[in-house]
């Protein structure tokens, strides 16, 4: 643990400014006067202001080198610095000037115990922030060398999941290490260590599910049973995943609501994915019309209807009778798209169209019922 040096400054020395002020000022608190107290709380704010003031000149000066650059990584670095840096730099200037405050040694140790941890949950906060750019740089310059759908939202996936792993990491270091700072909790954790063995097992037992769910994660991105971006149909709700962490996927269903579930959902469960290969999909539309149909005439019309859109990616189109009963001719018109969006948008159109047709062509194209009436015989 750095201890920082003890500098005696002839014109910071406390007791000479506590000789001239009210004996109050020199009552002890926590180890320290109250003086002492105000001085901390004096050199903190100055310290702020100082950083403000450097981070303000660090950002001016690399700034002006990035404008110079032709590459853009540097220019998405600049907007990690503000934030981070002010903290930093104020921190710094602190430690270089918390000697003047003549603390003793116990608070001396104490206050650079409480920089040290801060510094390392400041450095923590920036390489989060650092994966979080570096990943969407590099989903960005993959994403940008395909345009094909189904590979941009692999790649998506690739990068999200691996990115929330190592974030999980760096926050974990971080935290150990500001742990490592204080003697209690690193003599508590060497206790439970050599004292693990019970302990280790009820805690595995009880993180079975959670790791589980962490190694279902890893192998979600592997092999990709679903990635950002898909159309699926998962508990009877039809929508696209969302988002993918490590844990947990979410589901946008199409009426916005969001849907949660496990990571090990979907390599436990079927599901339907409408686009785990293409997003090319074809989708049928039902009439049931009256045995006196023209089955031509409706092919006829559903192929002005589709020559008439933009939903229909002309590649599918076809009309069949596809069932009969005592009453009704039950015909299905089939349709392709694009996407999952404009299939259903084609097929409420093709249905509105067809629809209309029926109407204009009467009500013997309708499903009729049929009763042969007899004269009954006279007595």
Known sequence: MFCPPRIVVPFAQMHLLESKLPGWMSAEIIGMSVVQWVALIALGVISYVLGAVL????L?????????TQTEWDEKFLELLPGPTRYFLSLIVFRIGLPLLELSDEAADSVSLIISSLLIIILTWFASRFLTLASQFIEDYLTRQTDDPNRIRSIKTQISIP???????VILLGISLVFMQFEVVRDIGVSLIASAGLAGLIVGLAAQKTIANILAGIQLAIFQPVKIGDVVIIENEWGWIEEITLTYIVVKVWDLRR?????????DRPFQNWTIHSTELLGTVFLYTDYTVSVDEIRAELKRVLEETDLWDGKAQGVIVNNLTERTVEIRALVSAADSGKLWDLRCLVREKLLAWLQAKGKDHYPLHRVEMHPLPQV
């Not at 990115?163 to 990491?169: N, S, V, W």
């Open 259 to 267: 849907l949660v579930l496990p990571v090990s959902y979907v390599l």
């Open 55 to 58: 981070q303000s000149i660090v």
């Open 60 to 68: 001016q000066v690399t700034g002006a080198v990035a404008r110079r």
């Open 163 to 169: 990115r929330g792993i190592l974030r999980f990491l």
